[in-house]
């Protein structure tokens, strides 16, 4: 018997799968032209392929520019997504913040590849040391698109990130994430007013807007004895 023949957008989409695991996020693929020459099919053909890997999170295109491999998917559901803000409220607290930095750079390649922006794309920068009742309990590190740099300009030691960007029309509606174990570093131990190597936890995420396109990557890390994380789980 002849075994049957591979469908060849099935073909290409094996190719780009085995290029994925070598590359890093925000390296590029072949383009639709390349891929057509080098499997004698349509652009049609090329794209189906493509579109399968990009539904999957795998794969992201930036018309005009390229497709580049994505950040890997987070395969944990973050329950409720709220604003550090939203969060002091409901302990009680007052939020504030102290700016230690707003700029406008050059992304980092994973920022890029989180944003699903094209390489070496200007992003906006914030970094704040988070506050509760004027405690310092967090420092915050966010990368957004340079199309929200105007946040940059509003009154972020005393105003809410979030009430800033959804004044832009950016409405952050769920978020992707991670939650990890570290041990302060001397500049963390400064900022925190804790011992060095003192518990830390670091949450890495990313927040989508209300189109589902990538909006903001933070990392948060918390001095560990100020906060607990509730977490409701069903079977």
């Not at 509003?154 to 991670?178: F, K, M």
Request: charged fraction near 25%; proline fraction near 6%; hydrophobic fraction near 45%.
């Amino acid at each position: 018997m002849t075994s049957r023949a591979i469908p060849r957008h099935k073909a290409v989409e094996r190719h780009l799968r085995s290029r994925i695991a070598s590359l890093r996020p925000g390296d590029a693929i072949e383009s639709d032209a390349e891929l057509c020459a080098l499997f004698d099919v349509s652009r049609m053909t090329v794209r189906q392929a493509a579109q399968r890997l990009a539904d999957e999170g795998l794969i992201y295109r930036v018309p005009g520019v390229g497709t580049f491999v994505a950040e890997p998917k987070v395969h944990r559901d973050i329950p409720r997504l709220r604003s550090f803000t939203e969060e002091m409220a409901l302990r009680g607290a007052v939020a504030g913040s102290r700016v230690l930095a707003s700029e406008i750079r050059t992304g980092e390649p994973a920022e890029l590849a989180a944003l699903q922006l094209p390489p070496r794309a200007k992003v906006a920068h914030l970094r704040r040391l988070r506050l509760a009742d004027d405690r310092p309990v967090a420092i915050e590190n966010v990368v957004l698109p340079i199309s929200c740099a105007a946040v940059l300009n509003e009154d972020l030691e005393q105003g809410s990130l979030h009430e800033a960007l959804q004044a832009l029309g950016e409405v952050p509606a769920r978020a992707t994430g991670t939650l990890v174990a570290a041990n302060a570093g001397d500049e963390d131990a400064e900022l925190l007013g804790v011992r060095p190597a003192a518990a830390l936890l670091v949450e890495e995420r990313l927040i989508f807007d209300q189109h589902d396109v990538p909006l903001e990557k933070t990392q948060t890390r918390y001095a560990g004895e100020e906060f607990a994380f509730h977490l409701v789980l069903s079977r």
